[in-house]
């Protein structure tokens, strides 16, 4: 029998964030594809999309002229804040419980042409200063805020304009739940943070690393599900939430995700889509700063992309019914994004 080499032979890989494992099958990226393939379309938006400044939203109410980020209550919220709360189950298996919240939409700038990737550095630091402001009005009242970004229609974005949503709840949704679990026995174990190990780990191993700065790495965690999916990571000090980012940490940050999201957008030449967003410890009235420190702050980008800007991954038959399977290693990917250019195709 062959030595065991991981861009041949499958395995499994252990996910210790999220206590699941996948499934990498590298060989299987030699397979011929004659599926579907998306369209590469020109995703600009209209003028008179609904996000512009000064534009007429869909209640009717009209964006001001704004000229850095904009925030707006969601018209269409997922959540609202006074709801009547559903009784008491009258059996385990019917359990429900009372779901508060609140939606809102934040354009990250004025022109509906200026994806992160193309914005300056400074105009993507004013973006995660808005994050950290809604981050902590929104966190003193509810036990999480989810911000998130879903770029491309691929990934079911309805409005081109460069634009992020902010879900913030009065119950942990699943993935934080999971999360947090984790990284509490991580802690009690080796009195030390999961993501403080790991990041030292990935730091030594430099076998994933897309790219990085002084204050921040940018990798393909070890046990990726997407393709290209990337981790933003703090190297310096043991932020729990956003709010606890320093001056520094919020530079770096501004630069370290538009190196990221150029590189991708050179992978195959598009407006790279994906679903990104942040994880912080949980915030609300029972939680204050520092109380978490089994936490650390980070960013998640999915991109479904696969082999091209047409060809996407399904996680669909074995992903649904068995566990999620990749196609290329995380190595693989991280060496194909670590080798994109810093420098924009579009420039
Ligand atoms: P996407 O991030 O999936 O593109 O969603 C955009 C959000 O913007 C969506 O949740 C909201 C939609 O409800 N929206 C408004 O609140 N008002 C509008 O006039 C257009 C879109």
Redesign the pocket.
């Known amino acids: 029998m062959t030595d065991f080499d991981p861009t041949e032979h499958q395995h499994i890989r252990y996910n210790p964030l999220k206590d699941e494992w996948v499934l990498v099958s590298p060989h299987r990226c030699k397979r011929p594809w004659s599926g579907q393939t998306e369209e590469v379309v020109d995703e600009t938006p209209q003028t008179s999309n609904?996000?512009m400044p000064g534009a007429v939203?869909?209640?009717g109410q009209r964006n001001p002229n704004y000229t850095s980020t904009y925030v707006f209550e969601?018209?269409?919220p997922a959540l609202l804040e006074d709801v009547p709360s559903p009784s008491v189950a009258d059996h385990p298996l019917f359990q429900s419980a009372q779901a508060r919240g609140t939606c809102r939409?934040m354009c990250f700038h004025p022109d509906p042409t200026k994806t992160v990737p193309l914005m300056t550095v400074e105009e993507i630091l004013a973006v995660i200063q808005e994050w950290v402001n809604q981050t902590s009005e929104l966190g003193a009242r509810y036990t999480w805020v989810q911000v998130f970004e879903?770029k491309g229609a691929v990934m079911?974005?309805?409005?081109p304009h460069p634009?992020c949503?902010i879900w913030a709840s009065n119950f942990l949704p699943n993935e934080a739940r999971v999360k947090d679990r984790c990284q509490k026995e991580y802690f009690n174990k080796h009195n030390k943070p999961l993501l403080v190990d790991y990041v030292e780990q990935e730091l030594k191993k430099k076998e994933r690393i897309i790219c990085e700065n002084e204050e921040w790495v940018a990798l393909v965690p070890y046990w990726a599900t997407w393709p290209y999916e990337a981790m933003l990571l703090p190297r310096n000090g043991r932020p729990q939430r956003m709010t606890d980012l320093s001056a520094e940490q919020k530079n770096g940050l501004a630069s370290i995700m538009k190196m990221l999201t150029t590189k991708y957008d050179n992978l195959f030449k598009c407006s790279f889509p994906y679903s990104m967003g942040w994880h912080g410890a949980p915030t609300g009235q029972s939680h204050s700063p520092g109380d978490s420190p089994h936490w650390v702050f980070h960013g998640l980008y999915y991109p479904p992309l696969l082999r091209s800007a047409t060809v996407k991954k399904f996680m669909v038959g074995y992903e649904m019914l068995a566990q999620a399977q990749r196609d290329l290693t995380p190595e693989q990917a991280a060496e194909k994004l670590r080798m994109c250019s810093d420098t924009h195709y579009k420039k």
């Open positions: 609904q996000l939203r869909a209640t969601n018209d269409f939409v879903n079911g974005c309805s409005n634009h949503q």
